[in-house]
């Protein structure tokens, strides 16, 4: 009896054993760097960046009316390109094309002003990219700030700014400013203060000769003391 029983416990423990090591494998999607996408996204970016600012160029021979025209079309039918990689692959990271890739297709999100609720989910995408390391967090803050901007809530990063009437930047629609540092710097942003003078800077030199109109030959920086 005995040994019919030992016979039995030795049974069940190899069983058990054998449970214990059968074991469902992980797959892990390896994700393919997509050349052509890394193109596409470039050939976007460029033309993107001629409708984001001011007319250069040919462009200075279109009147108010076709410049609002050429800018609001090329938002609009980039948008929907985004929106249909989006809905195929995600937010696009560094694995799938790059840095440069990834950063251009941030750009192309940043600016589809029109669809806040696209931007709200890319948002979310963008965040595990972000703590994965493969998207930039700059940009992550950058993409907060506009969707808080486009649904009517203030910043968090103090990322999106207006000008005052001597051309010096101000973040809008930012009430409490308490921990904005810190928050900026979690992400790789630069201070406050700099990020004004800069945006001041810029303004100005894109602005020259509306600023000497008015008499202002240089830009009014804050003072960082």
Request: zero cysteines; a positive charge.
């Given at each position: 009896m005995n040994k019919i029983y030992g016979i039995v416990l030795i049974g069940l423990a190899m069983l058990g054993c054998k449970e214990k090591t059968i074991e469902k494998p992980t797959f892990i999607e390896k994700v393919v760097f997509n050349q052509d996408l890394k193109d596409e996204l470039k050939r976007m970016e460029k033309v993107d960046q001629i409708a984001a600012y001011i007319p250069q160029g040919e462009y200075t021979k279109m009147s108010e009316?076709?410049?609002t025209s050429f800018k609001d079309s090329v938002f609009a039918t980039h948008?929907?390109?985004v929106e249909e990689i989006f809905n195929e692959?995600?937010?696009v990271g560094y694995d799938q094309a790059g840095k440069e890739g990834s950063d251009n297709f941030w750009?192309?999100?940043?600016h589809a002003d029109h669809k806040p609720e696209f931007q709200k989910?890319?948002?979310e995408k963008m965040k595990v990219q972000v703590d994965r390391g493969n998207a930039t967090a700059e940009y992550y803050g950058y993409l907060v700030d506009r969707v808080q901007i486009n649904t009517g809530e203030e910043q968090l990063y103090g990322t999106q700014f207006e000008y005052n009437e001597f051309g010096q930047a101000f973040p809008k629609n930012i009430s409490d400013t308490t921990g904005i540092n810190a928050r900026r710097i979690s992400l790789g942003l630069t201070p406050m203060i700099e990020r004004m003078?800069?945006?001041?800077?810029f303004h100005f030199?894109?602005?020259k000769e509306h600023f000497a109109e008015k008499g202002i030959t240089?830009?009014?920086l804050y003072t960082t003391d």
């Open positions: 009316k076709e410049w948008q929907k390109r692959v995600g937010f750009v192309l999100v940043q989910k890319v948002l003078n800069e945006m001041t800077l030199q894109m602005n240089e830009p009014k």
